[in-house]
């Protein structure tokens, strides 16, 4: 080690800041902005226009994008709708079912770590007349089969369980959630948006009836993203939720977002093509950065079950430090924390709450999402890092000097303010 | 959330911190916040019990950078004060030398707190008849 004090120097493959916030959102694949520019510029046409060449190419282009979203989920070009992304994709998904089977039923489950868009838009049913079980979690984050078998009743129209997890990188057990709910004749949703591309999925082995995907998520455009729903075994209908040219088999109305579209196709076709070697690329990193923080620093939490996970996300308490002050010490790496203080709502993160995990280890959580233009000699700079700060933050923390000298922090008289 | 030089040069390099031995008579200590709020600040002067002098503080804050901040300024400026000095220190005043944003004005709060609480913790200790021991806590903004 030296001593001097200079700017360091930084090993090759490294460049700062560092992002390691792919949960969040990715980058733009440069192949994918590639096949997206001339439909900026010189194709422009409206993909609705039918009788000239700029709609025919604008239409041709759509046709392909369909076609390879819907490879990449096993669905067929049919089957895709597309949005604005994936908050619209949910809300139109629950709110479409949700008055199309009005009157088979009012009854709709989800479950607690769900992302707002979906727990937010179950409120907003409730508000409507709808009931819904929000159902729990284990402390590895899945939901159990037994409660949901449960919770089903004559009344169920819809299940909406997410994929995976964008806060712990939990996947559910989808394929049992379908079988399910096809055993039933329920519907059954599922929020992919951090599993397609990233994991397999197939909408026909699984069960899956209605899926929301997004593009941004997966090295494609931010503001575009789509809803596959079922043509047939069973038809799934789905109102709309925004009137207009009846666009998209009347679902979803508006002026298609033909260079977003093309994007979103050609990411998809891209994550197809190279999952497999992505994945077993992303979880060594994942695993070799866990390793690292595992080893050099004691009173760690791994948050979330470890064997149903995505490659790519690792979500950590380091207790005793609080999140905040942790990102500020690592201001050239980008990732995220469950602390209070970087929400809006100075709430710490509901998801690490469900797992029954105390509101001060959520306090010390960071989300570390590796992605696609990750490298090895960045995860090794993040774990020295991240080391290096947690160790200086602790000798400022009264909590560690306590846990340290043996108190139980559990049974200290706190002043809570 | 961008934060003011003034706290990231605190974050960075800490002012007095540590602890001293919480059993001395001479040694006030105030341990406030709570794990689950997200911030615990644990502040000790040291008196001198002639001149009533605060001669040495120390800090240890879990909590995030405006809450560190806060802490080790509230150590820099009780240092040299007399208790009753000590105690005229506002929380608004941490504030305005940090330019804390409105989200972080509990961390100031926080701070003045343990001051009171470290000098509540010395009269304590150091009155005969406990009485003086009542040194009004502002209550923290919620």
Not at chain 1, 164 to 187: F, M, R, S, T, W
Not at chain 1, 197 to 216: R, T, W
Request: aromatic content about 6%; charged content about 25%.
């Amino acid at each position: 080690m030296s001593t001097v004090l200079s700017e360091p120097k930084l090993p090759a493959g490294v460049k700062l800041p560092i992002y390691m916030d792919n949960h969040a959102t990715t980058p733009l694949d440069p192949r994918v902005l590639e096949a997206m520019l001339p439909f900026f510029t010189n194709k422009f046409g409206n993909a609705a226009s039918r009788n000239h060449s700029f709609g025919w190419e604008a239409e041709k282009a759509v046709d392909l994008a369909r076609e390879q979203i819907a490879k990449l989920i096993g669905a067929t070009a049919k089957e895709i709708i597309f949005t604005s992304g994936a908050t619209e994709s949910n809300n139109l998904a629950i709110k479409g079912i949700g008055e199309m089977y009005r009157e088979r039923g009012n009854h709709i489950i989800t479950q607690v770590t769900e992302h707002k868009a979906v727990l937010d838009t179950c409120k907003r049913m409730e508000k409507l007349g709808y009931r819904v079980t929000y159902l729990p979690v284990n402390a590895d984050g899945l939901i159990e089969m037994d409660d949901l078998k449960r919770a089903i009743d004559d009344k169920t129209i819809l299940v909406t369980i997410m994929f995976a997890n964008n806060e712990i990188g939990v996947v559910q057990p989808i394929a049992e959630i379908g079988k399910l709910c096809h055993e039933k004749g329920i519907l059954f949703h599922t929020d992919a948006v951090q599993a397609v591309g990233k994991i397999p999925v197939d909408v026909n082995a699984m069960n899956i009836d209605v899926l929301s995907l997004s593009g941004h998520k997966i090295y494609g455009p931010k503001g575009v993203g789509a809803l596959y729903v079922r043509r047939r075994n069973p038809r799934v209908q789905i109102a709309a939720q925004m009137d207009g040219g009846g666009h998209e088999r009347g679902m979803r109305s508006g002026t298609l977002n033909v260079p977003g579209i093309v994007g979103l196709g050609a990411a998809c076709e891209i994550s197809r093509l190279e999952m497999d070697e992505e994945a077993t690329k992303l979880k060594a990193m994942r695993d070799r950065l866990k390793e690292k923080l595992e080893s050099n620093l004691d009173f760690i939490h791994v948050n979330g079950s470890m064997e149903h996970h995505l490659p790519g996300n690792l979500n950590m308490s380091f207790i005793h430090v609080e999140g905040e002050s942790l990102l500020m010490g690592i201001n050239d790496i980008a990732v995220s924390s469950g602390s209070a203080c970087t929400s809006a709502t100075l709430e710490p993160s509901y998801v690490l709450k469900a797992l029954g995990l105390g509101d001060d280890v959520a306090h010390s959580s960071i989300r570390f999402g590796l992605g696609r233009f990750n490298t090895q000699a960045e995860v090794d700079y993040v774990a020295d890092k991240v080391v290096d700060v947690v160790q200086k933050l602790r000798e400022l923390s009264p909590l560690y000097e306590m846990a340290k000298e043996g108190i139980d922090l559990t049974k200290v008289q706190w002043q809570a303010h | 959330m961008a934060y003011s030089d003034k706290v990231i040069e605190h974050y960075n390099n800490p002012r007095n911190v540590g602890q001293m031995d919480k059993n001395s008579s001479e040694v006030g200590t105030g341990l406030v916040g709570a794990p689950e709020c997200g911030d615990v600040m644990r502040l000790q002067i040291k008196v001198n019990p002639d001149t009533r002098v605060i001669e040495d503080a120390k800090f240890k804050t879990f909590g995030c950078g405006s809450a560190i901040a806060s802490s080790s300024l509230a150590t820099e400026w009780v240092k040299g004060k007399t208790v009753d000095e000590a105690l005229e220190i506002k929380n608004t005043d941490i504030v305005k030398e940090l330019a804390l944003p409105p989200v972080k004005i509990h961390c100031s709060v926080l701070a003045e707190d343990a001051i009171r609480a470290a000098i509540g913790d010395w009269k304590k200790k150091n009155t005969a008849d406990n009485q003086a021991a009542a040194v009004p806590v502002a209550v923290a903004a919620n």
